[in-house]
Protein backbone atom coordinates (compact mmCIF):
# COMPACT_ATOMS: atom_id res chain seq x y z
CA UNK A 1 0.00 0.00 0.00
CA UNK A 2 1.14 3.58 -0.84
CA UNK A 3 3.03 5.39 1.82
CA UNK A 4 -0.18 7.42 2.60
CA UNK A 5 -2.53 4.95 3.24
CA UNK A 6 0.24 3.26 5.82
CA UNK A 7 0.37 5.91 7.71
CA UNK A 8 -3.03 6.05 8.38
CA UNK A 9 -3.49 1.89 9.35
CA UNK A 10 -0.88 2.52 11.39
CA UNK A 11 -2.73 5.13 13.18
CA UNK A 12 -5.53 3.26 13.42
CA UNK A 13 -3.88 0.48 14.64
CA UNK A 14 -2.88 2.66 17.49
CA UNK A 15 -5.97 3.90 18.45
CA UNK A 16 -6.89 0.35 19.99
CA UNK A 17 -3.80 0.84 22.32
CA UNK A 18 -4.43 4.26 23.04
CA UNK A 19 -8.32 3.72 23.37
CA UNK A 20 -8.30 0.90 25.62
CA UNK A 21 -5.03 1.74 27.84
CA UNK A 22 -7.01 4.69 29.20
CA UNK A 23 -10.20 2.81 29.95
CA UNK A 24 -7.70 0.48 32.31
CA UNK A 25 -6.89 3.52 34.69
CA UNK A 26 -8.06 1.52 38.00
CA UNK A 27 -7.24 4.42 40.61
CA UNK A 28 -9.99 5.39 41.93
CA UNK A 29 -11.43 8.98 41.86
CA UNK A 30 -9.97 9.87 45.33
CA UNK A 31 -6.68 8.60 44.52
CA UNK A 32 -6.92 10.06 40.92
CA UNK A 33 -7.15 13.81 42.92
CA UNK A 34 -3.59 13.69 43.20
CA UNK A 35 -2.59 12.65 40.23
CA UNK A 36 -1.27 14.76 36.64
CA UNK A 37 -2.99 13.92 32.93
CA UNK A 38 -0.06 11.96 32.55
CA UNK A 39 0.44 9.74 35.56
CA UNK A 40 -3.68 9.07 35.43
CA UNK A 41 -2.63 7.85 31.52
CA UNK A 42 0.33 6.17 32.26
CA UNK A 43 -0.90 4.01 35.47
CA UNK A 44 -3.74 3.22 32.16
CA UNK A 45 -1.09 2.15 29.69
CA UNK A 46 0.84 0.22 32.80
CA UNK A 47 -2.42 -1.94 33.81
CA UNK A 48 -3.43 -2.27 30.02
CA UNK A 49 0.14 -3.41 29.50
CA UNK A 50 -0.06 -6.04 32.39
CA UNK A 51 -3.57 -7.52 31.61
CA UNK A 52 -2.20 -8.15 28.15
CA UNK A 53 0.18 -9.98 28.95
CA UNK A 54 -1.05 -11.83 31.81
CA UNK A 55 -0.38 -15.10 30.69
CA UNK A 56 -3.34 -16.86 32.46
CA UNK A 57 -5.41 -15.41 30.83
CA UNK A 58 -4.10 -16.62 27.46
CA UNK A 59 -6.83 -19.64 26.88
CA UNK A 60 -10.29 -19.12 25.32
CA UNK A 61 -11.76 -18.24 29.03
CA UNK A 62 -9.02 -16.05 29.77
CA UNK A 63 -9.94 -14.08 26.74
CA UNK A 64 -13.09 -13.51 27.32
CA UNK A 65 -12.07 -12.10 30.71
CA UNK A 66 -9.93 -9.43 29.23
CA UNK A 67 -12.20 -8.50 26.76
CA UNK A 68 -14.84 -7.70 29.57
CA UNK A 69 -12.46 -6.19 31.78
CA UNK A 70 -11.50 -3.96 29.04
CA UNK A 71 -14.71 -2.92 27.98
CA UNK A 72 -15.66 -2.18 31.69
CA UNK A 73 -12.88 -0.01 32.47
CA UNK A 74 -12.88 1.71 29.21
CA UNK A 75 -16.71 2.90 29.39
CA UNK A 76 -15.83 3.91 33.05
CA UNK A 77 -12.87 5.94 31.97
CA UNK A 78 -13.36 7.54 28.29
CA UNK A 79 -15.78 9.94 28.00
CA UNK A 80 -17.43 8.98 25.16
CA UNK A 81 -20.38 11.38 25.55
CA UNK A 82 -17.87 14.03 25.56
CA UNK A 83 -16.29 12.78 22.25
CA UNK A 84 -19.72 12.36 20.68
CA UNK A 85 -20.23 15.71 21.05
CA UNK A 86 -17.62 16.84 19.38
CA UNK A 87 -17.51 14.61 16.77
CA UNK A 88 -20.90 15.45 15.78
CA UNK A 89 -20.30 19.52 16.14
CA UNK A 90 -23.07 21.75 15.44
CA UNK A 91 -25.40 18.78 14.65
CA UNK A 92 -25.21 17.52 18.42
CA UNK A 93 -27.16 20.45 19.84
CA UNK A 94 -30.37 20.14 17.63
CA UNK A 95 -30.74 16.52 19.36
CA UNK A 96 -32.58 15.73 22.37
CA UNK A 97 -31.70 13.92 25.22
CA UNK A 98 -32.65 10.31 23.87
CA UNK A 99 -31.09 10.88 20.52
CA UNK A 100 -27.88 12.18 22.18
CA UNK A 101 -27.89 8.91 24.46
CA UNK A 102 -28.64 6.46 21.43
CA UNK A 103 -25.71 7.91 19.43
CA UNK A 104 -23.12 7.34 22.29
CA UNK A 105 -24.30 4.04 22.70
CA UNK A 106 -24.36 2.90 19.20
CA UNK A 107 -20.47 4.91 18.52
CA UNK A 108 -19.42 3.20 21.59
CA UNK A 109 -20.58 -0.46 20.22
CA UNK A 110 -19.21 0.50 16.29
CA UNK A 111 -15.56 0.98 17.78
CA UNK A 112 -16.18 -1.89 20.38
CA UNK A 113 -16.74 -4.54 16.98
CA UNK A 114 -13.77 -2.62 15.67
CA UNK A 115 -11.15 -3.11 18.25
CA UNK A 116 -11.99 -5.51 21.08
CA UNK A 117 -10.73 -8.67 19.05
CA UNK A 118 -7.59 -7.33 18.03
CA UNK A 119 -6.09 -6.56 21.97
CA UNK A 120 -4.84 -10.19 21.69
CA UNK A 121 -2.45 -9.30 19.32
CA UNK A 122 -0.64 -7.41 21.70
CA UNK A 123 3.03 -7.03 20.65
CA UNK A 124 5.22 -5.98 22.97
CA UNK A 125 4.35 -2.06 21.94
CA UNK A 126 5.90 0.27 25.04
CA UNK A 127 5.14 3.94 24.97
CA UNK A 128 6.90 6.84 26.03
CA UNK A 129 5.44 9.88 27.37
CA UNK A 130 7.05 12.85 26.06
CA UNK A 131 5.42 15.86 27.44
CA UNK A 132 1.97 17.57 28.78
CA UNK A 133 0.31 20.64 28.29
CA UNK A 134 -2.55 22.01 30.49
CA UNK A 135 -5.31 24.36 29.96
CA UNK A 136 -7.97 24.65 32.58
CA UNK A 137 -9.88 21.63 32.31
CA UNK A 138 -8.53 20.38 29.25
CA UNK A 139 -4.91 18.68 28.76
CA UNK A 140 -2.59 17.42 26.17
CA UNK A 141 -0.36 14.78 26.58
CA UNK A 142 1.92 13.96 24.26
CA UNK A 143 3.22 10.09 23.79
CA UNK A 144 5.48 8.03 21.15
CA UNK A 145 3.73 4.34 20.96
CA UNK A 146 7.25 2.40 19.76
CA UNK A 147 5.75 -0.53 17.93
CA UNK A 148 8.36 -3.10 15.73
CA UNK A 149 11.11 -0.65 15.60
CA UNK A 150 8.89 2.27 14.75
CA UNK A 151 7.88 5.34 16.61
CA UNK A 152 4.69 6.57 16.01
CA UNK A 153 3.43 10.24 18.01
CA UNK A 154 -0.03 9.54 19.99
CA UNK A 155 -1.35 12.41 21.70
CA UNK A 156 -4.10 12.27 23.73
CA UNK A 157 -6.46 15.22 24.58
CA UNK A 158 -7.93 14.94 27.84
CA UNK A 159 -10.76 16.47 30.26
CA UNK A 160 -11.17 17.15 33.99
CA UNK A 161 -14.17 15.46 35.08
CA UNK A 162 -13.41 17.07 38.97
CA UNK A 163 -11.40 15.47 41.63
CA UNK A 164 -8.21 15.66 39.45
CA UNK A 165 -10.73 12.44 37.48
CA UNK A 166 -8.92 13.30 33.51
CA UNK A 167 -10.43 11.05 31.33
CA UNK A 168 -9.39 10.79 27.14
CA UNK A 169 -11.51 12.86 24.67
CA UNK A 170 -9.26 12.37 21.46
CA UNK A 171 -6.48 10.19 20.13
CA UNK A 172 -4.57 11.96 18.11
CA UNK A 173 -2.20 9.82 15.99
CA UNK A 174 0.59 11.48 13.67
CA UNK A 175 -1.52 14.67 13.66
CA UNK A 176 -4.63 12.95 12.80
CA UNK A 177 -7.30 13.70 15.14
CA UNK A 178 -10.04 10.28 15.82
CA UNK A 179 -12.35 13.10 16.45
CA UNK A 180 -11.72 15.41 13.33
CA UNK A 181 -11.78 12.14 11.35
CA UNK A 182 -15.26 11.14 12.49
CA UNK A 183 -16.17 14.63 12.37
CA UNK A 184 -15.52 15.01 8.37
CA UNK A 185 -17.61 11.39 7.74
CA UNK A 186 -20.77 12.02 9.78
CA UNK A 187 -20.77 16.22 8.14
CA UNK A 188 -20.53 14.82 4.92
CA UNK A 189 -23.28 11.91 5.61
CA UNK A 190 -25.38 14.53 7.11
CA UNK A 191 -25.17 17.38 4.23
CA UNK A 192 -27.59 14.62 2.23
CA UNK A 193 -29.20 12.44 5.09
CA UNK A 194 -30.92 12.79 8.14
CA UNK A 195 -29.90 11.74 11.46
CA UNK A 196 -31.77 8.51 11.63
CA UNK A 197 -30.19 7.31 8.16
CA UNK A 198 -26.90 8.20 10.28
CA UNK A 199 -27.73 5.61 13.31
CA UNK A 200 -29.14 3.07 10.86
CA UNK A 201 -25.65 3.88 8.88
CA UNK A 202 -24.14 3.01 12.45
CA UNK A 203 -26.03 -0.25 13.09
CA UNK A 204 -25.16 -1.74 9.30
CA UNK A 205 -20.96 -1.20 10.25
CA UNK A 206 -21.55 -2.89 13.13
CA UNK A 207 -23.72 -5.89 12.02
CA UNK A 208 -21.18 -5.95 8.99
CA UNK A 209 -18.52 -6.20 11.54
CA UNK A 210 -20.21 -8.74 13.61
CA UNK A 211 -20.51 -11.07 10.00
CA UNK A 212 -16.75 -10.67 9.68
CA UNK A 213 -15.94 -11.73 13.46
CA UNK A 214 -18.02 -14.55 13.19
CA UNK A 215 -16.73 -15.83 9.78
CA UNK A 216 -13.29 -15.92 11.08
CA UNK A 217 -14.20 -17.70 13.67
CA UNK A 218 -15.86 -20.27 11.58
CA UNK A 219 -12.59 -22.44 10.35
CA UNK A 220 -10.49 -21.98 13.73
CA UNK A 221 -13.13 -24.35 15.46
CA UNK A 222 -12.94 -26.93 12.57
CA UNK B 1 21.13 -4.11 -11.54
CA UNK B 2 24.03 -1.59 -9.97
CA UNK B 3 24.14 0.30 -13.35
CA UNK B 4 25.33 3.20 -11.30
CA UNK B 5 28.99 1.95 -10.55
CA UNK B 6 29.15 1.86 -14.66
CA UNK B 7 29.02 5.72 -14.12
CA UNK B 8 29.47 7.64 -17.29
CA UNK B 9 25.63 7.05 -18.82
CA UNK B 10 24.26 7.69 -15.48
CA UNK B 11 26.07 11.15 -15.07
CA UNK B 12 25.07 12.59 -18.18
CA UNK B 13 21.32 11.13 -16.69
CA UNK B 14 21.95 13.52 -13.94
CA UNK B 15 21.89 17.19 -15.32
CA UNK B 16 18.67 17.45 -16.92
CA UNK B 17 17.59 15.96 -13.32
CA UNK B 18 19.23 18.83 -11.66
CA UNK B 19 17.88 20.73 -13.96
CA UNK B 20 14.56 19.99 -13.19
CA UNK B 21 14.98 20.29 -9.79
CA UNK B 22 16.15 23.70 -10.24
CA UNK B 23 12.85 24.61 -12.13
CA UNK B 24 11.07 23.45 -9.71
CA UNK B 25 12.58 25.33 -6.85
CA UNK B 26 12.06 28.12 -9.12
CA UNK B 27 8.57 27.52 -9.14
CA UNK B 28 8.20 27.42 -5.32
CA UNK B 29 10.24 30.57 -4.76
CA UNK B 30 8.83 32.50 -7.46
CA UNK B 31 5.73 31.28 -8.02
CA UNK B 32 4.47 31.17 -4.45
CA UNK B 33 4.58 33.76 -1.52
CA UNK B 34 6.95 33.17 1.00
CA UNK B 35 5.16 35.02 3.43
CA UNK B 36 3.03 33.94 6.16
CA UNK B 37 2.54 30.61 5.28
CA UNK B 38 -1.22 29.25 5.58
CA UNK B 39 -1.02 27.35 8.92
CA UNK B 40 -3.78 25.85 10.33
CA UNK B 41 -4.11 27.34 13.99
CA UNK B 42 -6.39 24.51 15.18
CA UNK B 43 -3.65 21.97 15.74
CA UNK B 44 -1.99 24.22 18.23
CA UNK B 45 -3.29 24.25 21.66
CA UNK B 46 -1.08 26.96 22.78
CA UNK B 47 -2.91 29.18 20.49
CA UNK B 48 -6.45 29.15 22.42
CA UNK B 49 -7.02 31.89 24.70
CA UNK B 50 -7.75 30.43 28.49
CA UNK B 51 -11.28 31.43 28.17
CA UNK B 52 -12.00 29.59 25.27
CA UNK B 53 -10.06 26.36 26.77
CA UNK B 54 -11.96 26.69 29.83
CA UNK B 55 -15.38 26.74 28.59
CA UNK B 56 -16.59 23.18 27.94
CA UNK B 57 -18.85 24.15 25.35
CA UNK B 58 -16.39 26.15 23.19
CA UNK B 59 -16.16 23.73 20.17
CA UNK B 60 -12.29 23.29 19.77
CA UNK B 61 -13.14 21.70 16.39
CA UNK B 62 -14.96 24.62 14.91
CA UNK B 63 -12.64 24.69 12.10
CA UNK B 64 -12.95 20.67 11.67
CA UNK B 65 -14.99 21.55 8.75
CA UNK B 66 -12.10 22.76 6.57
CA UNK B 67 -11.26 20.33 4.16
CA UNK B 68 -9.33 19.51 0.89
CA UNK B 69 -10.69 20.67 -1.75
CA UNK B 70 -12.09 17.38 -4.24
CA UNK B 71 -12.99 18.86 -7.36
CA UNK B 72 -12.29 15.06 -8.79
CA UNK B 73 -14.07 13.00 -6.15
CA UNK B 74 -15.78 11.05 -9.02
CA UNK B 75 -12.47 9.65 -10.18
CA UNK B 76 -10.94 9.62 -6.67
CA UNK B 77 -12.96 7.35 -5.47
CA UNK B 78 -13.32 5.26 -8.83
CA UNK B 79 -9.39 4.84 -7.74
CA UNK B 80 -9.58 4.87 -4.35
CA UNK B 81 -11.63 1.43 -5.20
CA UNK B 82 -8.79 0.36 -7.64
CA UNK B 83 -6.38 0.70 -4.67
CA UNK B 84 -8.69 -0.90 -2.16
CA UNK B 85 -9.10 -4.03 -4.48
CA UNK B 86 -5.30 -4.08 -5.35
CA UNK B 87 -4.67 -4.44 -1.56
CA UNK B 88 -7.08 -7.22 -0.88
CA UNK B 89 -6.75 -8.97 -4.08
CA UNK B 90 -2.97 -8.93 -4.69
CA UNK B 91 -0.99 -7.32 -2.22
CA UNK B 92 -2.27 -8.37 1.17
CA UNK B 93 -2.05 -12.22 -0.14
CA UNK B 94 1.39 -11.86 -1.34
CA UNK B 95 2.63 -10.41 1.68
CA UNK B 96 1.08 -12.70 4.12
CA UNK B 97 2.92 -15.58 2.13
CA UNK B 98 5.84 -13.22 2.15
CA UNK B 99 5.22 -13.11 5.95
CA UNK B 100 5.42 -16.47 6.70
CA UNK B 101 8.67 -17.47 5.14
CA UNK B 102 10.65 -14.31 6.07
CA UNK B 103 10.92 -13.98 9.69
CA UNK B 104 9.74 -10.38 11.31
CA UNK B 105 12.96 -9.37 12.86
CA UNK B 106 14.63 -9.86 9.15
CA UNK B 107 11.81 -7.87 7.88
CA UNK B 108 12.20 -5.15 10.12
CA UNK B 109 16.27 -5.24 8.83
CA UNK B 110 14.20 -4.71 5.26
CA UNK B 111 12.31 -1.95 5.38
CA UNK B 112 15.17 -0.10 8.38
CA UNK B 113 17.88 -0.55 4.65
CA UNK B 114 14.80 1.35 2.83
CA UNK B 115 14.44 4.06 4.75
CA UNK B 116 17.89 4.79 5.30
CA UNK B 117 18.83 4.29 1.91
CA UNK B 118 16.14 7.24 1.41
CA UNK B 119 17.76 9.35 3.47
CA UNK B 120 18.93 12.06 0.76
CA UNK B 121 15.34 13.07 0.43
CA UNK B 122 14.80 13.81 3.64
CA UNK B 123 18.78 15.72 3.79
CA UNK B 124 17.46 17.98 1.04
CA UNK B 125 14.31 18.91 2.07
CA UNK B 126 15.58 19.70 5.74
CA UNK B 127 18.23 22.02 3.85
CA UNK B 128 15.66 23.57 1.21
CA UNK B 129 13.53 24.79 4.56
CA UNK B 130 16.52 25.79 6.23
CA UNK B 131 16.44 23.32 9.21
CA UNK B 132 19.78 22.76 9.40
CA UNK B 133 19.39 20.94 13.39
CA UNK B 134 17.09 18.64 11.81
CA UNK B 135 19.78 18.36 8.39
CA UNK B 136 22.61 17.75 10.98
CA UNK B 137 20.37 14.93 12.86
CA UNK B 138 19.30 12.88 9.69
CA UNK B 139 23.00 13.36 8.44
CA UNK B 140 24.23 11.85 12.06
CA UNK B 141 21.77 9.08 11.69
CA UNK B 142 22.20 8.34 8.32
CA UNK B 143 26.19 7.79 9.39
CA UNK B 144 25.52 5.81 12.20
CA UNK B 145 22.98 3.48 10.48
CA UNK B 146 25.11 3.19 7.63
CA UNK B 147 28.05 2.08 9.16
CA UNK B 148 27.70 0.46 12.70
CA UNK B 149 24.04 -0.21 11.59
CA UNK B 150 25.29 -2.52 8.34
CA UNK B 151 23.94 -0.35 5.85
CA UNK B 152 21.14 0.46 7.11
CA UNK B 153 20.00 -3.07 8.01
CA UNK B 154 19.91 -2.17 11.71
CA UNK B 155 18.72 0.81 13.75
CA UNK B 156 20.68 1.92 16.52
CA UNK B 157 20.17 5.65 15.60
CA UNK B 158 16.68 5.22 16.99
CA UNK B 159 18.05 3.33 19.60
CA UNK B 160 20.30 5.84 20.67
CA UNK B 161 16.96 7.95 20.67
CA UNK B 162 18.34 10.07 17.68
CA UNK B 163 14.69 10.93 15.90
CA UNK B 164 14.46 10.66 12.17
CA UNK B 165 12.90 13.94 10.06
CA UNK B 166 10.27 12.70 7.66
CA UNK B 167 10.94 15.64 5.57
CA UNK B 168 10.03 15.80 1.56
CA UNK B 169 9.48 18.05 -1.32
CA UNK B 170 5.56 18.12 -0.74
CA UNK B 171 6.48 19.80 2.67
CA UNK B 172 8.85 21.90 1.35
CA UNK B 173 6.19 23.68 -0.71
CA UNK B 174 3.86 23.90 2.04
CA UNK B 175 6.51 25.20 4.17
CA UNK B 176 6.85 27.94 1.56
CA UNK B 177 3.18 28.61 1.33
CA UNK B 178 1.69 26.18 -1.03
CA UNK B 179 -1.55 24.87 -0.52
CA UNK B 180 -2.71 21.20 -1.35
CA UNK B 181 -4.32 22.27 -4.58
CA UNK B 182 -6.65 19.53 -4.85
CA UNK B 183 -7.21 15.81 -3.57
CA UNK B 184 -5.87 13.72 -6.03
CA UNK B 185 -5.58 9.45 -5.96
CA UNK B 186 -3.25 7.77 -7.52
CA UNK B 187 -3.50 4.12 -8.84
CA UNK B 188 -0.80 2.14 -6.77
CA UNK B 189 0.71 5.46 -4.80
CA UNK B 190 -2.96 6.47 -2.89
CA UNK B 191 -4.10 9.95 -1.87
CA UNK B 192 -2.09 12.87 -2.97
CA UNK B 193 -2.63 16.18 -4.13
CA UNK B 194 -1.79 18.49 -6.63
CA UNK B 195 1.04 19.85 -4.16
CA UNK B 196 1.88 16.23 -3.34
CA UNK B 197 2.30 14.90 -6.93
CA UNK B 198 4.87 17.21 -7.71
CA UNK B 199 6.65 16.30 -4.70
CA UNK B 200 6.45 12.89 -5.74
CA UNK B 201 7.62 13.80 -8.90
CA UNK B 202 10.90 15.68 -6.91
CA UNK B 203 11.33 12.64 -4.61
CA UNK B 204 11.54 10.43 -7.52
CA UNK B 205 14.35 12.24 -8.60
CA UNK B 206 16.41 12.19 -5.19
CA UNK B 207 15.57 9.09 -4.34
CA UNK B 208 18.69 6.73 -4.62
CA UNK B 209 17.06 3.63 -5.79
CA UNK B 210 16.17 5.56 -8.56
CA UNK B 211 19.71 6.04 -9.77
CA UNK B 212 20.57 2.51 -8.33
CA UNK B 213 17.99 1.33 -10.84
CA UNK B 214 17.81 4.12 -13.60
CA UNK B 215 17.31 2.45 -17.18
CA UNK B 216 16.79 -1.29 -16.42
CA UNK B 217 13.05 -0.81 -15.73
CA UNK B 218 12.41 -4.42 -14.36
CA UNK B 219 14.76 -4.30 -11.79
CA UNK B 220 13.50 -1.02 -10.76
CA UNK B 221 9.57 -2.22 -10.50
CA UNK B 222 11.16 -5.42 -8.85
CA UNK B 223 12.54 -3.97 -6.30
CA UNK B 224 10.08 -1.33 -5.82
CA UNK B 225 7.34 -4.11 -5.87
CA UNK B 226 9.75 -6.10 -3.10
CA UNK B 227 9.93 -2.91 -0.58
CA UNK B 228 5.87 -2.17 -0.83
CA UNK B 229 5.20 -6.13 0.21
CA UNK B 230 7.91 -6.02 2.70
CA UNK B 231 6.46 -2.97 4.61
CA UNK B 232 3.17 -4.31 4.04
CA UNK B 233 3.74 -7.47 5.58
CA UNK B 234 4.59 -5.30 8.56
CA UNK B 235 0.95 -4.21 8.85
CA UNK B 236 -1.12 -6.52 7.91
CA UNK B 237 -4.83 -5.95 9.98
CA UNK B 238 -4.53 -2.23 10.61
CA UNK B 239 -6.39 -1.15 6.99
CA UNK B 240 -8.77 -4.14 7.96
CA UNK B 241 -9.55 -2.18 11.34
CA UNK B 242 -9.50 1.03 9.73
CA UNK B 243 -12.32 0.26 7.25
CA UNK B 244 -14.33 -1.19 9.86
CA UNK B 245 -14.03 1.45 12.34
CA UNK B 246 -15.05 4.59 9.57
CA UNK B 247 -18.45 4.80 8.21
CA UNK B 248 -16.85 6.29 4.89
CA UNK B 249 -13.56 4.77 4.17
CA UNK B 250 -12.80 7.18 1.56
CA UNK B 251 -13.69 10.76 3.33
CA UNK B 252 -11.84 8.89 6.51
CA UNK B 253 -8.60 8.44 4.15
CA UNK B 254 -8.88 12.29 2.97
CA UNK B 255 -9.45 13.51 5.92
CA UNK B 256 -6.36 11.59 7.51
CA UNK B 257 -4.34 12.72 4.90
CA UNK B 258 -5.34 16.12 4.71
CA UNK B 259 -4.94 16.59 8.94
CA UNK B 260 -1.36 14.41 8.22
CA UNK B 261 0.19 17.32 5.54
CA UNK B 262 -0.61 19.63 8.19
CA UNK B 263 0.92 18.32 10.63
CA UNK B 264 4.30 17.34 8.69
CA UNK B 265 4.54 21.06 7.69
CA UNK B 266 3.64 22.88 10.85
CA UNK B 267 6.88 20.96 12.25
Redesign the interface.
Known amino acids: ?????????????V??LAFFSVGLSTSTAAEAAAKTPTQQLKAGVDSLIAVLTDQSLKDEAGKKNVEDKVVELFQQHFDLAYTSQ?CL??HWRKLSREERNEFVSLFTD??K???LN?VH?YSGETVKYKKE?L????A?VKTVVIS??K?IPVDYKM?NRGNGNWQVYDVVI????M???????????LQKKKFAD?LD??RD?IA??KA?KDAEKEPQKG | MLRFVAGSSTREKVLPVVCFMLLLLGIVFVGFSVAAPARAAD?Q??G?T?DE??D?FA????D??Q?IADPLEGYNRVMFTF?DRL?FWV?KPVARGYGKVVP?PMR?GVR?FFHNLSAPIRLLNCLLQGKFAAFGGELSRFLLNSTVGVAGLM?PA?YDGM?SYDEDFSQTLGFYGMGHGFYLV?P?????SGRGTVGLVADYFTEPLTWICWGDLETGIAVNTGK?VN??S??I???E??I?????PY???????Y??Q???V?E
Open positions: MPERIRIFIVCFMVLMGRLLSTYREIRGKKLKGEVEGVSVRNYRSQFSSILQIKQNV | QVSKAFDEDEYAADANYLEINDTKWFLGPSVRTLSGAYDMKAVLDVAVRNAYQNLKKQ
